[in-house]
């Protein structure tokens, strides 16, 4: 079975850090692309970053290019986000999911249960 | 980046309704165009991909279609779990931008 478990949120003050973790189990996670993607607080869905099989392909939104870096651990199935400079408007539900690619199509076919970040002092 | 926007953003049926709703794409995005379902305190899941294929183990009920730049997510017969928010994404081009929701509410 396809699991993948978030970890390392938490309340953290602005200008703080974070490294969360995704770990991975049920499947070979060094063959798929992986994302991240955040809610904030009773609002939608914001794409965040993604990484390639081997790590060497990064893309981040905009709004936390320099200071959000995804990376992966294939060796320990799993994936991590570095959060620096946190802002209260990063405060939100991280969520790791799976990219699967069919007819050239990517979706995110197996997601986590969340972790919550919350930026305030 | 592109911009996805849905409509309505909320819509409140009965169960057994057939309920269409719609999401336009900013530019041309092909069909690179995915659905997801969204229940409160949980983990999206995704419906439809390329714009009209079912995901396995997802109900017949849903059905997408696509129109140049304007894409329908379609349940043919509300059932009482379908109740939830429906996500569009676009996969064209990163970052993988998505609608802000249409939030589907019985009436």
């Known amino acids: 079975e396809v699991q993948l478990v978030e970890s390392g949120g938490g309340l953290v003050q602005p200008g703080g850090s974070l490294r969360l973790s995704c770990t991975a189990s049920g499947f070979t996670l060094s063959t798929y692309w992986m994302t991240w993607v955040r809610q904030a607080p009773g609002k939608g869905l914001e794409w965040v970053a993604n990484i390639n099989q081997r790590g060497s392909e990064k893309y981040y939104v905009d709004s936390v290019k320099g200071r959000f870096t995804i990376s992966r651990d294939n060796a320990k199935n799993s994936l991590y986000l570095q959060m620096n400079s946190l802002r209260a408007e990063d405060t939100a539900v991280y969520y790791c999911a799976r990219d699967r690619t069919v007819f050239g199509v990517v979706l995110m076919d197996y997601w986590g249960q969340g972790t919550l970040v919350t930026v305030s002092s | 980046d592109i911009q996805m926007t849905q409509s309505p953003s909320s819509l409140s049926a009965s169960v057994g309704d057939r309920v269409t709703m719609t999401c336009r794409a900013s530019?041309?995005?092909?069909?690179?165009l995915n659905w997801y379902q969204q229940k409160p305190g949980k983990a999206p899941k995704v419906l439809i991909y390329a714009a009209s294929s079912l995901q396995s183990g997802v109900p017949s009920r849903f059905s997408g279609s696509a129109s140049g730049t304007d894409f329908t997510l379609t349940i043919s017969s509300l059932q009482p779990e379908d109740f939830a928010t429906y996500y569009c994404?676009?996969?064209?081009?990163?970052?993988?931008?998505f609608g802000q929701g249409t939030k589907l509410e019985i009436k």
């Open positions: 994404q676009q996969s064209d081009t990163m970052p993988y931008t």
């Open positions: 530019q041309s995005i092909g069909s690179y």
